[in-house]
């Protein structure tokens, strides 16, 4: 387990007031900070992933996936980070709106055996689900693929499905030589080539570094599943047979109200929470499944796309049912950013491998922005393949696909672009200045150079 201690001693208390972490002007009733610092050692290890013999892999605390962690609205988070890898790396913390010092983009390498001290705050309203992974320059796929990812979870006070069991589902996909070593072929092998166009698959998936695992359930009830795609590029379609999904929320936290669906995409980098209403008898079994998805170019399309594959059992117990809970018909307040305070476009066009017609480079910025701005971003792929977008830092609202307005406003940090889809969204950098990545999540294209920077600076230049 991470060592995660939750200090509420006066010692604790006067370092996060030494940190500035107290938080609010002067005369602000709200309660002080509450301090939680851990320490995650990213190191290599000998892991059973498979049946039948360990594999060399990458691991955060020794475990894959890394450990959950756990933090709520308002508290100030001091992570001690130590690289036992034998390359740079980095922690970034996937949807949080941190400063960008914390970001672990690839412009903060840690060397090897070096530490890093990441410091955020979280802010009221980032309640959600998020993650963590490295997002070292051009090393953030394989570092990946070897175990380097986990689970955030940030709680707010006042959860409106509190007391609702939950359960954290992150999914990840890889592929094994058969000595049981995760295969990464080179690139200029034809499985390389065909990764670095795709982005990498494998047709071994894991929910929490398990395959196949169960999940228990008592007729009637509700569970509230966090789920979490880790994979590098595979897109999952989720269905339960006989069972409805009631969507709650997103990547940046919950929606204002719930909304049925019968089979929920998700995307690479995604985040999605559902409640799951154990509609079947005691006893009885149903398997999470992800269906086909056609995300691919047709010359690379894998010949084994349209195969349905297992994730997870359900297993009802055989306690007889229980009256299941009412979800409240409305979560919290998603207030649309306003369209008429936006004081720039930019227009970001996808093709196979660039941004814009370039490569990403460190030293260059791409986008200029400036502190308090409201924008609208137009996300325009003009290849036959799915690209999903994400950027760092801030969280945005989807406002059309080809034009067709999004139903209600809810909080994003990745949008997947679609095969010749032109996605609008509007974001306002309320704070932080600094350089941000933008990029495309398939960590393949990320690696290859599909990222640009963008710098939001507090003076217009
Ligand atoms: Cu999930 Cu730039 O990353
Ligand atoms: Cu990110
Ligand atoms: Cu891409």
């Known amino acids: 387990m991470v060592s995660m201690r939750p200090l509420r001693s006066v010692a604790a208390l006067a370092l996060c007031?030494?940190?500035?972490?107290?938080?609010?002007?002067?005369?602000?009733?709200?309660?002080?900070?509450?301090?939680v610092e851990l320490t995650l050692t990213a190191a290599p290890a000998r892991l059973s992933l498979v049946a039948g013999g360990t594999t060399d892999v990458l691991a955060f605390n020794g475990q894959v996936p890394g450990p959950t962690l756990e933090f709520r609205e308002g508290d100030h988070v001091v992570i001690h980070f130590r690289n036992q890898l034998p390359e740079p790396t980095t922690i970034h913390w996937h949807g949080l709106h941190i400063p960008s010092t914390s970001d672990g983009s690839p412009l903060y390498p840690v060397e090897p055996g070096a530490t890093y001290d990441y410091v955020f705050d979280i802010l009221p309203g980032a309640a959600g689900t998020y993650w963590?992974?490295?997002?070292?320059?051009?090393?953030?796929?394989?570092?990946?693929?070897?175990g380097l990812y986990g689970a955030i979870?940030?709680?707010?006070?006042?959860?409106?499905?509190?007391?609702?069991?939950?359960?954290v589902l992150v999914l990840s996909d890889n592929r094994f030589t058969p000595g049981g070593e995760v295969d990464l072929p080179s690139p200029e092998s034809p499985q390389g080539e065909i990764d670095e166009e795709n982005g990498r698959e494998g047709d071994v998936f894991f929910v929490n570094g398990k395959i196949m695992p169960t999940i228990s359930i008592r007729s009637g009830e509700v569970q509230r599943w966090r789920i979490v795609n880790a994979s590098a590029a595979r897109v999952y379609r989720l269905a339960l047979a006989g069972?409805?999904?009631?969507?709650?929320?997103?990547?940046?936290?919950?929606?204002?109200?719930?909304?049925?669906?019968?089979?929920?995409?998700?995307?690479?980098?995604?985040?999605?929470?559902?409640?799951?209403?154990?509609?079947?008898?005691?006893?009885?079994?149903a398997v999470l499944q992800t269906l086909p998805y056609d995300r691919y170019a047709p010359q690379t399309r894998p010949a084994d796309w349209n195969v349905p594959r297992d994730l997870l059992t359900l297993q009802y117990t055989d306690e007889a049912p229980v009256a299941p809970v009412t979800v409240p018909a409305r979560l919290r307040a998603v207030h649309a950013l306003d369209t008429t305070k936006v004081t720039a476009r930019r227009f970001i066009v996808f093709s196979q491998g660039l941004i814009n017609g370039r490569m990403m480079d460190m030293h260059r910025v791409d986008e200029r922005a400036r502190l308090g701005a409201t924008e609208i971003w137009q996300i325009e792929n003009v290849v036959g393949m799915d690209h999903p977008f994400h950027l760092h830092g801030f969280q945005f609202q989807v406002l059309d696909r080809n034009g067709v307005p999004e139903p209600f406003p809810a909080w994003k940090d990745m949008v997947n672009v679609r095969k010749h889809e032109t996605v609008r969204f509007i974001v306002r950098f309320d704070d932080y200045a600094g350089k941000w990545m933008y990029h495309c999540h398939i960590l393949d294209h990320e690696d290859h150079g599909m990222m640009g920077i963008l710098e939001v600076t507090s003076t217009r230049r």
């Open 153 to 167: 979870i940030i709680r707010a006070a006042d959860d409106p499905l509190a007391g609702i069991p939950e359960k």
């Open 243 to 285: 069972h409805e999904f009631v969507q709650v929320g997103t990547d940046g936290g919950l929606f204002e109200h719930p909304v049925p669906l019968h089979e929920l995409v998700l995307a690479n980098g995604e985040r999605a929470e559902l409640l799951v209403r154990a509609t079947g008898a005691p006893g009885s079994r």
């Open 132 to 146: 963590y992974h490295p997002h070292p320059d051009h090393r953030s796929g394989y570092q990946i693929a070897k």
């Open 17 to 35: 007031a030494l940190l500035g972490a107290s938080g609010g002007p002067a005369g602000n009733t709200r309660p002080a900070a509450r301090l």
